[in-house]
């Protein structure tokens, strides 16, 4: 058994909230990600850790970023600690991108900044 730790408890409580905010069950989550109802009670309740890959699922599922769940920027460190360092740029970057992006308040920016990076992900590679 996981040793409950203050964080895994405070992350699981926000996944609890947010599912219960958009009144999704445990078990359309658990479809959601792949896992059962029964893990998502595990996570909730702080018996086990969610990983970064998949807090980002549960935020995508959640309709929410991944800084919901995490408190702080030094927290957010911590957990990108434990993954590969390649990983940890994208993830890194990410975030920033995401904290940014949340301060804009005009929804057409953000629509803006949605098409702009679309495009850019869609467009071809320059040939060399």
């Known amino acids: 058994m996981a040793v409950l730790d203050e964080r895994n408890i405070e992350i699981g409580r926000r996944i609890e909230t947010r ?4 009144n999704v069950s445990s078990r359309d989550l658990g479809q959601i990600l792949g896992v059962s109802y029964q893990q998502i009670y595990k996570y909730e309740c702080g018996r086990d850790r969610v990983s970064i890959t998949k807090l980002k699922k ?8 991944i800084s919901y769940f995490i408190e702080n920027e ?12 390649r990983a940890r740029i994208i993830d890194d970057e990410l975030h ?10 005009d929804h057409r920016i953000r629509a803006a900044i949605q098409d702009l990076v679309r495009l850019i992900a ?7």
């Open 19 to 22: 599912r219960k905010i958009l």
């Open 122 to 128: 869609n467009s071809k590679k320059p040939k060399s």
């Open 58 to 65: 549960i935020a995508e599922a959640l309709q929410t970023d």
């Open 74 to 85: 030094t927290e957010f460190n911590e957990i990108l600690k434990e993954l590969p360092e």
């Open 96 to 105: 920033k991108i995401a904290k940014n992006y949340g301060r804009i308040a």
